[in-house]
Structures are given as structure tokens and as C-alpha cells.
């Protein structure tokens, strides 16, 4: 595949793959937008190439201009981070066409999985257990019929893709048909495509997920589940590994779930396996796949002792194979919460501007992952998350105390964040007994927090 690598993507991820690439000794060229040109990702690459304007349509979103800066620097091999082109099959065979390796999965199989109806499909077929759902509807005269025949609460989904876009729960038809329209146009603006299905919607559930990574040749191994269950519209905002709900049986199988759908395609890369868990029947339903390396992989990475990114880049060089199962050994408990650039107490409104001071925490097991620094302008044109603060421990309650201690050190100004929100939830009683599931942040935490 050659030594240089094009990191088409930005902020702390870029600077992940960035190092985890010099470190084995790849030469980096980082496709920035003329917002990133003076980014800390573009001082630590090798080279930088400006492929348009800030605003993520003219840069990190034309794939046309990604593969021209990869072509014209000599790049033979592309990682895509997470969002942006990311889960794209078209992207990926734009690649292919132009003899640039894609670090992440084939286009075929992002079809099989990518698209969240083909997914379910897959599922079944393997025989994982999915929620009462539909194939895809297109008006909401045929969601009304379906929603009636699997029954109350039921919740829309994207079929082409995640992140919270498309989804909204309906408990009686008179929600379903005011939210259905406006979560089909929130699917076309954020994936080109608006079409929506139905499932079956599980009140009180935990969100669970195998972390896992395909060889291509039908070889697959997981590193473990996440429980990433405190959510605030479908975004996930806490996320720990592993999922400590779960008893040894339930954990056996759930892997060996995600780990047999995902080697059933010759899957190629980091992946996820989604999945809902009743905590109440013991059950776990199949979600959705996630084709492409997560925000939350470090968590995975602290308690299996395994630098995924260095592992994907190893495997796409061919200068490394999938170790044994056998090897990859789980200790201790990880939680990861994620820093934005957000007023949680106004409605979560954005807030873009520049840093004028940053101490982050440090010490024995704790992790920062994040490309800001002291100065650095935050730009209104992309995701807000800044920062990734990550603790380990032997246990979750010690996991729990040194991540206390680490919210407590960390110090920013000249923006919002939800650092106070992040203590606030990390304190509570039914946090701190893992009595939570995806609805508890915005119907227990919230309502308090904000009015505290």
C-alpha cells in the first residue's frame, strides 16, 4: 500500500490517526478545510492541503476534492475518521476506482449493513433477535397502519444512516403522524436521504454495543461491549466498557452475535454491533452497525490494552494480522465522557469562540483525547464535541472516583461546555448504582439540572 496516508478528517480524531501512522512509521498528509489550515492536526502532519472552504459541503463533505488531495500527494491509502464520508460505499469505491486504500470496510459491505433496513435484513438472517419493525414506509398514512399492527410506542429511524437523525418516538398515532415529516426531511438533510422505518420501542432499555475487527477474509474479533446508555436525543454523552449490567451468559452471546454478523460478509475493519438490552426480560435486540471506527473506541481500547487505530492501520498495510481471541483479554472498567462546546443550561445552544484558558486534567489513568490547546478558535461549522476525557480503573466505583477527580481539575474558559453538566450526572445517585437507561438523562437529569 506504500508509507502515506491521506487523514481525510479533523480535530482530535485526526490527530489520533495522525500519531498512531508515525508511529508506524507512515508519512501523513492531513485534507483540511480552510477553518483547520492552522490546526494542531496540521502542525503535527506531515503536510497539509486546504481542499476548500469551512463550511463541511465545500470541504470535508466533496469527495471529489478529498481524492484529488490524495491523488496529487502521492497518498495511496485514505482513513476517513468517523462521520463526514466515513460510512459512505460510494466514497469507498471512489477509492478503490482510484488505487487509494480505504482504511475501513469494502463498499459491498456497507451496503449490507450500512443502510439500517439491509441490516435487519442481514440479521435475521444470521438469526439475531430484532424489535417488532418495518421495511421502509413512505408516507405516513402507511406508518399510521404499520404502528397500529406492531403496536404502541414505536419510533422512527433512518434507514441511511444514525447519530439521532430521523428518530423520534410516537406514543399514540396523533405523535406519530406531527413527527413523522419532520423526521423524514431530518434523514434527507443529513444523509441525502429521508427515507424512514419503524421499530418497536422499548421504554426502559440499556444501549449495548461489541466493538469489533474483520480481516476481510471472514476472520472477525471483538474487544468487548459498551454500555452507552445516559443519551440526550439519541447522542450518546457517556459511555463505558464494559457493560457491567450483564451476566456472563447474556455477555457470551451477545458477542458471539456481533462477531458471527459481521464475519458472515468477510467484514473488513473496525465496527460496532448496536444493540438494545431489556434489562427486565435479560433479552438484547439487534440495533444497527456502525461501519466504521466510534467516538467511544477508547474505552474499548483502556480495558483490552489495544490501540485500535494503529490496529486498523496495520491491517490495511498488511504489516500486522488479527491477534486470537484468546489474546485479547478484558481487566478493569473505562468510562469516557465527552467535552462540548455547549450551554446545557440554554437549551444546549451551541457555543463557537476561542479558548482563553484550558487545564486539562492528568494522572494515572486518565486519558485526553482532543487537538485544543490554550488559543485555539472553536468554529461554528462542525460537530461540538472537543474534547474526549477518558479514566480507567480496577472497577467501575474506582473508574467512577478518578473520573470525579478529573471533571473537578479541568478548567475551561472563553466558551461554554458542559463540564458542570458532566459532574452534575457523574454525582447522581442513580448514576453512581447504574440505575439508568437511554431516556434517564433527559427524563431524570435534565429537568433538574437545568433548573438547579
Not at 413512505?138 to 404502541?152: F, K, T, W
Request: aromatic share 6%; net charge neutral.
Amino acid at each position: 500500500m506504500g508509507t502515506r496516508l491521506l487523514m481525510a478528517n479533523r480535530g482530535e480524531l485526526a490527530l489520533r490517526v495522525i500519531r498512531a501512522a508515525r508511529a508506524l512509521g507512515i508519512e501523513t498528509v492531513l485534507a483540511a478545510s480552510a477553518a483547520d489550515r492552522d490546526s494542531l492536526p496540521a502542525r503535527e502532519a506531515d503536510r497539509t492541503v486546504v481542499i476548500g472552504a469551512a463550511q463541511a459541503r465545500e470541504s470535508y463533505l466533496n469527495a471529489p476534492r478529498v481524492i484529488q488531495a490524495a491523488l496529487s500527494t502521492g497518498c495511496t491509502a485514505l482513513h476517513p475518521g468517523y462521520g463526514f464520508l466515513s460510512e459512505r460505499p460510494e466514497f469507498a469505491s471512489l477509492c478503490a476506482e482510484n488505487d487509494i486504500a480505504f482504511v475501513g470496510p469494502t463498499a459491498e459491505s456497507m451496503h449490507q449493513v450500512g443502510d439500517k433496513l439491509a441490516s435487519r435484513v442481514l440479521a435475521r438472517r444470521v438469526g439475531i433477535r430484532m424489535t417488532n419493525g418495518s421495511e421502509k414506509i413512505d408516507d405516513v398514512h402507511s406508518a399510521l397502519e404499520i404502528a397500529a399492527r406492531i403496536g404502541y410506542p414505536v419510533i422512527t429511524k433512518a434507514s441511511a444512516g444514525g447519530g439521532g437523525r430521523g428518530m423520534a418516538v410516537a406514543h399514540d398515532a396523533a405523535e406519530l403522524k406531527a413527527s413523522f415529516e419532520t423526521a423524514s426531511i431530518a434523514a434527507r438533510e443529513a444523509f441525502g436521504d429521508g427515507t424512514l422505518y419503524l421499530e418497536r420501542f422499548i421504554e426502559r432499555a440499556r444501549h449495548v454495543e461489541v466493538q469489533v475487527m474483520g480481516d476481510g477474509a471472514g476472520r472477525v474479533v471483538h474487544f468487548g461491549e459498551r454500555d452507552c446508555s445516559a443519551q440526550r436525543r439519541y447522542q450518546k454523552m457517556i459511555e463505558e466498557a464494559p457493560a457491567t449490567i450483564l451476566s456472563a451468559e447474556v455477555r457470551e452471546r451477545l458477542h458471539r452475535a456481533a462477531v458471527e454478523l459481521l464475519a458472515s460478509i468477510h467484514y473488513r475493519s473496525a465496527g460496532t454491533v448496536e444493540f438494545l438490552y431489556d434489562e427486565a426480560s435479560g433479552e438484547f435486540y439487534f440495533m444497527e452497525v456502525n461501519a466504521r471506527l466510534q467516538v467511544e473506541h477508547p474505552v474499548s481500547e483502556m480495558i483490552t490494552s489495544t490501540d485500535l487505530v494503529r490496529l486498523q492501520l496495520s491491517l490495511a498495510t498488511g504489516a500486522a494480522s488479527l491477534p486470537e481471541q484468546s489474546e485479547i483479554r478484558a481487566q478493569g472498567h473505562a468510562i469516557e465522557v465527552r467535552v462540548i462546546a455547549e450551554d446545557p443550561r440554554s437549551g444546549f445552544r451551541p457555543s463557537p469562540g476561542r479558548i482563553t484558558r484550558w487545564r486539562p486534567p492528568s494522572g494515572e489513568g486518565v486519558r485526553l483525547d482532543t487537538a485544543v490547546t490554550e488559543g485555539t478558535l472553536i468554529p461554528p461549522f462542525y460537530d461540538s464535541m472537543i474534547a474526549k476525557l477518558i479514566v480507567s480503573g480496577s472497577t467501575r466505583a474506582a473508574a467512577l472516583e478518578r473520573l470525579r477527580t478529573a471533571l473537578e481539575q479541568f478548567e475551561i474558559s472563553g466558551i461554554a461546555t458542559n463540564l458542570e453538566l458532566l459532574r452534575y450526572v457523574i454525582d447522581h445517585s442513580d448514576f453512581r448504582a447504574n440505575r439508568i437507561d437511554t431516556r434517564w438523562l433527559e427524563r431524570t437529569v435534565l429537568p433538574r439540572f437545568v433548573n438547579a
